[in-house]
């Protein structure tokens, strides 16, 4: 199980934009891999904001649907979230996983520390 580093995270203005990237260590992320980007608000549970299968297929949340952008670059381990239009309510720390399984996309791969985002004038 191969480690990974969240970072790009952030104090931005609302409408501003980030791109947060994950970047495996200790191993390759495999390609065949579905994997994903998390975020925990303070106080509330980890949820999946987007996921993008080995295929490139992509799914996001209702609330980010059209603002953000999950993309992966096999060849350099990273994991990418381009996040445009940012509200207060993106406020959260990010996370990556890296190991999606079924169709419940349960996530098995391992954490890292996060990359805390803020959206705030």
């Known amino acids: 199980q191969v480690d990974v580093v969240e970072s790009g995270g952030g104090l931005v203005q609302p409408g501003g934009s980030l791109r947060l990237s994950c970047t495996a260590s200790?191993?390759?992320?495999?390609?065949?891999?579905?994997m994903g980007w998390y975020r925990q608000a303070p106080g509330k549970a980890r949820v999946l904001v987007a996921s993008i299968s080995s295929s490139g297929s992509t799914t996001t949340t209702a609330s980010v649907k059209g603002r953000f952008t999950i993309s992966r670059d096999n060849a350099k381990n990273t994991l990418y979230l381009q996040m445009n239009g940012l509200k207060p309510d993106d406020t959260a720390i990010y996370y990556c996983?890296?190991?999606?399984?079924?169709?419940?996309?349960?996530?098995?791969?391992?954490w890292g520390q996060g990359t805390q985002v803020t959206v705030s004038s």
């Open positions: 200790g191993g390759s992320i495999l390609s065949a891999n579905t």
């Open positions: 996983n890296t190991d999606l399984r079924g169709d419940s996309l349960l996530p098995v791969g391992s």
